[in-house]
């Protein structure tokens, strides 16, 4: 039974707001570090894709000589390029997998939308959309040369690059590879200041997975942000949608429980940062399923055991996620 005295007396209370300091770097890693679970379900042999390809763009970025707060924003587009993949998972999920999301624009798109309440230190325009866009026009969208963004370029050469090196080739087939498509695929002073950076060892060396998470501290500029909590509430709405998209099952879960949690905090006369924190938590809860094959998640008929345990990982690959912020 619920105390109606102590209720009321909740709700007499005023509406507070509350600030936090937000690590931005701390935030897009864990962002990227949960994409990554999805990458591997269909590039088999990478690990720490969306994160090393991050690195490399900054890396690139920094040679070319951009300031700080471009290489932290490079890096960040660069590690969550592929957010709007959960979409495109039937696509992607067949034997020709890769290649089918690597050419697929649809994906592209709803990346570029998911990110417009993200806390970049400065929006930029189609750098997710035109990231598979060639520099001879060749391309998903046909747009070529200078008219396709910075960021968007040194990112097509980014992930190819990561994707290569994640599959074993080697660093010399890796550089002739890209040198070969100077003029077609990528631009020639792109190309110049990638064989800059690539005739270094430490380059290399950093892309190693032992050094990965200190190369990146190193790299990249630390950015906080004070933000109201209530301004965490478009971004965990973006993360539930693509959390929710891996499958059809769970196409509208975590909106829906947000939504239910949102009228029983008003219920039970919850102050409002308590019902926005709840209403977080509800979007954020299931962030680890992303860790969990679809062929578990779709599956028509009962779990075996062992798919039951896989299954139940995801709560602590959410927990992962959610303290590393």
Not at 181 to 199: C, H, I, M
Request: some cysteine; proline content about 3%.
């Amino acid at each position: 039974m619920i105390d109606v005295r102590i209720t009321d007396k909740v709700r007499q209370k005023p509406v507070e707001s509350e600030m936090m300091k937000l690590n931005r770097n701390e935030f897009i890693m864990a962002f990227a570090f949960t994409l990554d679970f999805l990458e591997m379900e269909f590039r088999s042999n990478t690990a720490d894709h969306n994160k090393r390809t991050g690195l490399i763009a900054a890396q690139i970025g920094r040679a070319m000589g951009l300031s700080d707060e471009d290489v932290f924003d490079l890096s960040a587009y660069a590690m969550l390029h592929d957010n709007g993949i959960t979409h495109e998972c039937y696509n992607v999920l067949s034997e020709d997998g890769a290649r089918k999301l690597d050419c697929a624009a649809s994906h592209c798109v709803i990346g570029e939308n998911n990110l417009t309440a993200f806390p970049f230190l400065r929006l930029r325009e189609n750098v997710i959309k035109y990231h598979h866009e060639a520099f001879d026009g060749s391309g998903p969208f046909g747009i070529s040369g200078d008219d396709i963004p910075l960021f968007a370029q040194i990112i097509a050469l980014s992930e190819p690059l990561e994707i290569a090196y994640s599959s074993g080739v080697g660093m010399n087939e890796i550089i002739s590879g890209i040198v070969c498509e100077s003029g077609q695929k990528y631009a020639p002073k792109l190309v110049e200041v990638f064989q800059s950076v690539a005739e270094t060892v430490s380059f290399w060396l950093s892309l190693e997975q032992r050094f990965l998470d200190t190369e990146i501290k190193r790299h990249i500029p630390t950015y906080s942000i004070d933000i109201d909590l209530e301004q965490l509430l478009p971004i965990s709405k973006i993360m539930s949608g693509i959390i929710d998209s891996k499958s059809p099952f769970t196409r509208s879960h975590s909106r829906g429980l947000t939504k239910k949690t949102a009228v029983m905090c008003d219920y039970y006369g919850f102050s409002k940062s308590k019902k926005i924190r709840m209403m977080i938590a509800s979007d954020l809860h299931d962030i680890g399923k992303l860790a969990i094959p679809n062929r578990i998640i779709d599956k028509a008929g009962k779990l075996t055991e062992p798919e039951f345990d896989q299954m139940k990982t995801h709560a602590f690959y959410t927990r992962k996620v959610i303290e590393s912020v």
